[in-house]
């Protein structure tokens, strides 16, 4: 028999502690599922006050002002006939717990609290949460007076329970809970909950999207049933951005996903999913029968007074299933390209500021930066265009035309108005750099700035020359290796001063208005993981969209936006071979990245995975690389191993000063929350050094090395 129902997950771009926006954002989301006929729908986990507050769950003032938030929805009528799972802090028994809060009607149903909470990574939830530790349990909570009042109710239930409608039965499960080995909606399912809800606030790396859906894909296709996943999007704050990607599935297969990016607040994701499907196949699966007749884990249940299907939807020939799909996930070239676009323009939407200055270099890392930026004002241009009214009142505010009625009409127009770029060369930088930065300024559409800053340069040598009766000389010069880097860092330092400088005074020279822009950064992941880059210099910025990525994966966005964004002037800089241009050229000596550092791009990423992912420490990782790198000897091993190490050590420090940057990569070197090391290291490495060098004597004499576990 057909039992059709109409579900809807959501998507929602909060923001931390934003109250207002946050309720307005739920509000419309319940009302859009309820015009897509849906009875039941779930938002993302810790909707209410935004999942990124932090040390804010701490406060008082941040649960008060959800029960707030919950009470409106409680009292608004229009919300009728609809279950609806929204999230929140809740303090019961004086321990703070992340909790779902089923309400149906102007009542609460139940508040189901986190039993598995996220601690690791960029997650730290045992800080500001306690685990529910009573499995399929329930005890009475106490409901604040404001909403006794309003529900009439004195007391409801808290703890792991499932939901009885009238014609099916819910399960809660909250986003870490999905990955750990005895997830809720195993037990669950064998209980017969026929739909598990699943609240996220899971954030976007790279290649991370595909193994979150094969773990949902695994659970509905093993346990049978419906499976709706709903997740943050956006910039709350922070570092993440949350990559949406809501989703509904059942037995197995995916019907309907929602966008991955988008710099809309507001996504509902539909399905109309046959619950006799479910039974069907269910009942056919012996196996699960038998595990389901022997379960020792009985939940309690909650009613619902709701029928998720309509009665008369059984011959209703215009209610349709939603049909199996495919998803489609994007290329890391295409993520590049659209999340740390949509986070930038989250980011100056809600900073009230003029738009971005960006350093152009004539590199890769600022080229990608540049076309990161372009790409925002693409996915601008295009909301505007198709009459999203959240899009166009930001872009007017941040042209400062809230008044008026201005809408973009090409990327390159918005940008000219809102992206500023500026080469800054010296007496050291080539016409290539500075030619392919006037290029794509122009390809883009950016106000851009070409400043010769040797003067500045020449004064500040001087000065010091006046200072100390000496006068640092470069090495190609004949100076020792610390008056090269001092000559280096100050150039880098003075574009990092100008930077700022441009960025406050530039819309006023303009007479754009009085506000500033945000300054940004351009250093990749790998060369924040070796410290190749100079402390305070136009690395320090205000937000860096590329911090997290790979040297590799920026080649390959930047291929793909030469292809896919019409830039053909990209191909210079792909053509080009890295370097910062800070020392004097000459016929035998011309300054490079790779050469620098004494260490590929390409071995920075596997150094970078094998630290932070692999956990492994020099002698670890010395072990692996025989392993993996054939054909190159243990020596040169070893050698490459130690060089790294102590580059990564005696920079350490410089991790602390780290511009805030899109998180991307699962090895970001970020010492914000992301990757906890200490910042003073002995960069001898005394002890394992010594091991590595053993285990090599050894291994060149021919004998096998028991490497030690």
Partial sequence: MVHYVTVATCALNQWALDFQGNYERIHESILRAKAGGARLRIGPELEIPGYGCQDHFLESDTTLHSWEVLARLLQDRALDGVLIDTGMPVLH?????NCRVVILDGRILLIRPKMHLANDGNYREPRWFAEWARVASIE????????A???GQRTVSIGDALINTEDSCVGIELCEELFTPQSPHIAMSLDGAEIIVNSSGSHHELRKLGRRIELIREATLKCGGIYLYANQKGCDGDRVYYDGSAMVLANGEILAMGTQFSIGDVEVTLATVDLGGVRALRAGMSSRSMQASHSSVLYPRVAAAISLSAQQAQFDFSVHPTRPLEPRLHTPAEEIGLGPACWLWDYLRRSSLGGFFLPLSGGIDSCATAVIVH?????VVEACQQGNA?????VRRVCGESGGEYVPASAQELASRIFCTSYMGTANSTAETRARARDLAAAIGSYHIDVDMEAVVSAIVGLFALVTGQTPRYAVHGGTSAENLALQNIQARLRMLLSYLLAALVPWARQKGGKSLLVLGSANVDESLR???TKYDCSSADLNPIGSISKADLRGFIRFARDSMGLGVLDGFLDAVPSAELVPFSEGYKQSDEDEMGMSYEELGVYGRLRKIKKCGPYSMFAQLLHEWQGVGPGEIAGKVKRFFFYYAVNRHKMTTLTPAYHAEAYSPDD????LRQ???NAQWTWQFRKIDDAVERLEKGSKVAIEE
């Fill in 140 to 147: 009475d909570f106490v409901l604040p007076r404001f909403i």
């Fill in 375 to 379: 790409s925002m004002c693409r996915l």
């Fill in 672 to 675: 914000n929350r992301f990757d």
């Fill in 531 to 533: 410290g190749y880059f």
């Fill in 390 to 394: 959240q899009a166009i009142a930001d």
């Fill in 679 to 681: 910042f003073l290291y």
């Fill in 149 to 151: 009042e309003i529900t």
């Fill in 93 to 97: 028994r004086n321990c703070r717990y």
